[in-house]
């Protein structure tokens, strides 16, 4: 399956135009290149990347090598899946102007090449006497960022010398250390950089202009992404905003209107940012008395002991006049300027500015190295709006005194890495080292029993999510783009949803779903109708359309959408846009095309779902559902896990949906008193009902019931069955018990499951019920579980060998006692006596 994904994508590519991107300066020669490619290839932008092999000096030792898999994150097979090897200490040397600043750009792809483990590679690479990393390991920033490749892009000042030396020098600290590089770009620059004011101070500047910088965020302010070849010549990315805006003030975008017209004010401006920049904005919205309360507020996380350079770009594309609109910017809550107003500076609507200022990040103990970037009305200076604008920002690390532009490497978290680790060794049975260091004890040799039988290359790495929300930079990763995707597949898409959140007119969404016709409709829920979509021309959505009388609905839309685009992960449902406009509210989601996990079990006419594919979707929804309880930055309760919520994407991928009723650690100040448990019938915890205490052991639970669902193919409630038989989780652990599970579970399934897998299985559904949820596995258990039922039914012979660990008792984390904030009539009294027996029964 996964080979022909990779033909089609590289027939997308093929099919595209190739449209080279020139210099510049022809006088200066700009330098695209495949490292280790023995040819010439063209990237998914048409971009033309040539070989390395002239830059180099002979008398280095260098190799050529593959990466042995192809994570399906990456947007295009060049540069990346061919890389240059260094052992030893050596240089790429490129003629160059001496009087023109350089873009250069590092891409690295972490895999294994040749045998090497990138887990293994730490390595400098110096540029110019500039040292642009150093002990840095692509694995680790890779795994701490969650992404599949890293993109590093610095300016250069002029090489002197006419010539650009950039060398490689492995570590000396690891052992087996390595060097590499998938693809370099040398692409001469014009000055665009200038002294920039130092905020906090009244006359001091930093000299930009005679350093080096490392670019750290590119956003398009309330627009959408722009690709290198849509850039105005320079080659930049750009990238939307809004997953770095704090909490949920996200203002308001717009968009110039057709008839505007944006002009540069000058021919070299155009350098400074494309008009699409300039073109879309954010601001802070229509209420003035919201406004004046509120900060519009951006969070980046970079690296302490470094100068950073921050440029706004902005372009009125409303108001006409000064102090129409004027407001204060605040950087790491400091003013760093009082009173701006576009026009003033412009002259006039339709005109880009830009503006510079600097900023020096220490390095506080115990505090998260940040850069806050807020907006707000100047209220002193009465504008007539009260309101603030900006169109496009950029942040610039500068080099230190010592010539210094490398920061640590990123930290992942412990969970993550663990979780990484697990799902590691069962894919690449190469790299034992892995585990070393993470796993200890019962659990570790269990892990490497498993590295050792295993035949199975599948990929495991979670990839497309954020470690921990807004803070890390997803920037580069999450590529690819929105504009040029008119006839994709929905592979296509869930790149293009990998990238970020976008905001639909309603036009849009009326003309996608013509004009919410009812046959289009795929689902009815409590929040309003599902209806199947098209956008772009082609792109097949899930539109959900918001009840406009269901008051609810607006908490719950709200939150979806705070936590879906935050949240990024191949098993949970990616969340494309939304729309917010005439009281609407719309959420555009990924294309399901093979619907809900439910349609495919009981009561369908759909063909039955093999084991093994089952147990796939169990280990993927089980990841999501790990994801959101370790990987992002609080823990986040889903509460509603049951077979409905679990999508399947045309390739059968899991994905967890429906987080209208989730719940963070951030929710905690909430104290509002609680009458009901919201939730699903069959599903839900009963611990949680008798105490109305939340826990992710909740989300445990109900996933037990979503096992026994999958395995004996009948709902979790059916109250037309005898007593004892009502509720399947219930019944199948009664059944458990008394050694008679194999008589319940699908007949479809008979004598087609392992034995061993069969008892891996069902124990792990069980443990998930356990009366208390401190007795109940953590996610992750159950993945590991579920991950090595897959091993016994797969290779029973080798997996036999080893002996399991027993429930390893991982510490309970914190519980959370969320109280409800609403109360709801719409539970059928019926359902609710038969859950009140179902709580009391004495069966457990
Ligand atoms: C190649 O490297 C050798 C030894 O490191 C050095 O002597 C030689 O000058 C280099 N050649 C070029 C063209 O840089
Ligand atoms: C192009 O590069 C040459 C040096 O090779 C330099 O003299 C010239 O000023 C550059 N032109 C521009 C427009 O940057
Ligand atoms: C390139 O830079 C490295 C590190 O600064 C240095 O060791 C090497 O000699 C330089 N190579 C040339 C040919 O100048
Ligand atoms: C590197 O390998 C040597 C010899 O095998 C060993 O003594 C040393 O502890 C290793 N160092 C590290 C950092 O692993
Ligand atoms: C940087 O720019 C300023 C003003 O544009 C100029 O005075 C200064 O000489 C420049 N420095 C360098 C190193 O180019
Ligand atoms: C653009 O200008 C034309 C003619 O002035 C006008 O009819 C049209 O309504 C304008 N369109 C917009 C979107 O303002
Ligand atoms: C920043 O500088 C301080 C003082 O020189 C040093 O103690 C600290 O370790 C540095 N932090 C980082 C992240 O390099
Ligand atoms: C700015 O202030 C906010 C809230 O007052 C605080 O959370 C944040 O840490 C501050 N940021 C910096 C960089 O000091
Ligand atoms: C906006 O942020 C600044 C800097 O942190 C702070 O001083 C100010 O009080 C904030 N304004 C509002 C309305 O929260
Ligand atoms: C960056 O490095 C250059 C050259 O080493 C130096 O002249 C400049 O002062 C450095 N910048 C800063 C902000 O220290
Ligand atoms: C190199 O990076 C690794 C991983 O981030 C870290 O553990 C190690 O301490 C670093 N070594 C140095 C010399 O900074």
Redesign the pocket.
């Known amino acids: 399956m996964k080979s022909k994904t990779h033909i089609f994508i590289s027939l997308i590519f093929l099919c595209l135009t190739i449209n080279t991107i020139q210099a510049?300066?022809k006088?200066?020669p700009s330098y695209v290149l495949d490292c280790g490619a023995s040819g010439d290839g063209t990237d998914s932008d048409g971009r033309k990347w040539t070989q390395d092999t002239k830059f180099l000096n002979s008398s280095d030792k260098t190799a050529t090598a593959k990466a042995q898999s192809q994570d399906p994150a990456l947007p295009s097979p060049v540069p990346y899946m061919t890389a240059r090897i260094f052992t030893s200490p050596s240089s790429y040397m490129f003629p160059v102007?001496?009087?023109?600043r350089l873009w250069l750009r590092l891409h690295f792809y972490p895999s294994t090449y040749n045998n090497l483990f990138a887990l293994d590679s730490y390595f400098s690479v110096v540029a110019d006497g500039f040292t642009l990393l150093k002990n840095f390991s692509a694995f680790i920033t890779a795994e701490a960022l969650t992404q599949a490749y890293i993109v590093r892009e610095f300016s250069l000042t002029p090489a002197i010398s006419g010539k650009l030396n950039v060398t490689f020098i492995p570590s000396t600290e690891h052992n087996r250390s390595f060097a590499f590089v998938n693809g370099i770009e040398v692409i001469?620059m014009?000055d665009i950089f200038q002294p920039a004011a130092l905020v906090g101070f009244n006359d001091q500047s930093v000299d930009v202009n005679s350093s080096s910088l490392q670019t750290m965020i590119r956003l398009n302010v309330g627009g959408q992404y722009i690709s290198a070849t849509k850039d105005s010549g320079l080659t930049r990315t750009w990238y939307d905003d809004s997953p770095y805006i704090f909490g949920a003030g996200l203002g308001v975008t717009f968009h110039a209107d057709q008839n505007a017209t944006i002009k540069y004010s000058t021919d070299a401006s155009k350098e400074i940012a494309p008009l699409d920049v300039y073109s879309t904005a954010r601001s802070m919205g229509g209420n003035p008395e919201v406004n004046k309360k509120y900060n519009l507020t951006w969070v980046f996380q970079v690296d302490a002991n470094f100068t950073y350079v921050l440029r706004f770009h902005f372009c009125e594309l409303l108001f006409t006049k000064v102090n129409q609109r004027s407001f204060d910017i605040y950087i790491n809550n400091q003013t760093a300027q009082h009173g701006a107003d576009v026009i003033a500076w412009s002259g006039s609507r339709g005109v880009p500015v830009y503006k510079d200022f600097a900023i020096y990040v220490s390095d506080q103990v115990g505090v998260d190295d940040q850069i806050w970037v807020a907006l707000t009305p100047t209220v002193s200076m009465n504008p007539e709006f009260m309101d603030a604008i900006l169109n496009g920002l950029e942040i610039f690390k500068v080099n230190d005194s010592s010539g210094n532009l490398a920061g640590p490497n990123p930290v992942p978290s412990d969970m993550l890495l663990q979780a990484e680790a697990k799902g590691r060794s069962f894919s690449s049975g190469s790299s034992s080292h892995v585990i070393g260091g993470v796993a200890g004890g019962i659990a570790g040799c269990a892990v490497a029993a498993v590295v050792v039988i295993t035949v199975s290359k599948k990929r495991k790495r979670m990839n497309n999510g954020q470690s921990s929300g807004i803070n890390w930079l997803p920037l580069y990763s999450h590529s690819h783009t929105t504009a040029q995707s008119t006839n994709s597949n929905s592979s296509h898409l869930s790149t293009l949803a990998a990238g970020f959140c976008r905001h639909f007119s309603f036009s849009e969404i009326k003309h996608g779903t013509k004009n919410f016709n009812e046959s289009l409709v795929i689902g009815v829920g409590g929040f309003g109708k599902v209806y199947k979509g098209v956008i772009d021309g082609g792109t097949k959505v899930a539109i959900k359309r918001s009840n406009p009388s269901s008051e609810q609905g607006i908490t719950e839309f709200q939150t979806e959408i705070e936590m879906l685009s935050k949240l990024r992960h191949k098993h949970l449902v990616s969340l494309i846009g939304f729309c917010e406009e005439d009281g609407e509210m719309i959420l555009v989601y990924d294309y399901m095309a093979n619907g809900t996990l439910r349609e495919h079990l009981y009561e369908t006419n759909k063909p039955s779902l093999s084991w093994k594919q089952r147990l796939d979707i169990c280990i993927g929804a089980a990841r999501g559902l790990h994801y959101l309880h370790t990987g992002a930055k609080y823990t986040i309760i889903h509460r509603d896990v049951k077979t409905t919520n679990i999508l399947l994407d045309d390739k059968w991928v899991a994905k967890v949906s429906d987080f209208g009723l989730s719940k963070t650690g951030s929710d905690l100040n909430q104290t509002h008193v609680s009458t009901v448990v919201k939730g699903s019938f069959g599903y839900l915890d009963p611990e949680y009902f008798r105490r109305q205490q939340l826990t992710e052991k909740s989300d445990v639970y109900s996933f037990g019931v979503v096992l026994f669902e999958v395995l004996c193919a009948r709902p979790a409630l059916n109250p037309s069955l005898p007593k004892e038989q009502i509720s399947l989780a219930d019944w199948a652990l009664l059944c458990q018990r008394k050694g008679t599970l194999d008589e319940i579970i699908d007949p479809q399934l008979k004598g087609k499951i392992n034995p061993e897998c069969l008892k891996k299985f069902a124990d792990t559904a069980q443990k998930c019920l356990a009366d208390h949820g401190l007795h109940r596995p953590s996610m992750g258990d159950v993945l590991w579980n579920l991950e090595f039922a897959m091993q016994l039914q797969e290779n029973p012979e080798a997996a036999k060998r080893f002996q399991l660990p027993e429930n390893n008792s991982e510490k309970d984390r914190e519980t959370l006692d969320v109280v409800e904030d609403t109360t709801e009539g719409e539970v059928d009294e019926h359902m609710k006596a038969i859950f009140q027996q179902l709580v009391n029964s004495s069966a457990r």
């Open positions: 510049q300066n006088t200066s102007s001496p009087a023109t001469p014009p």
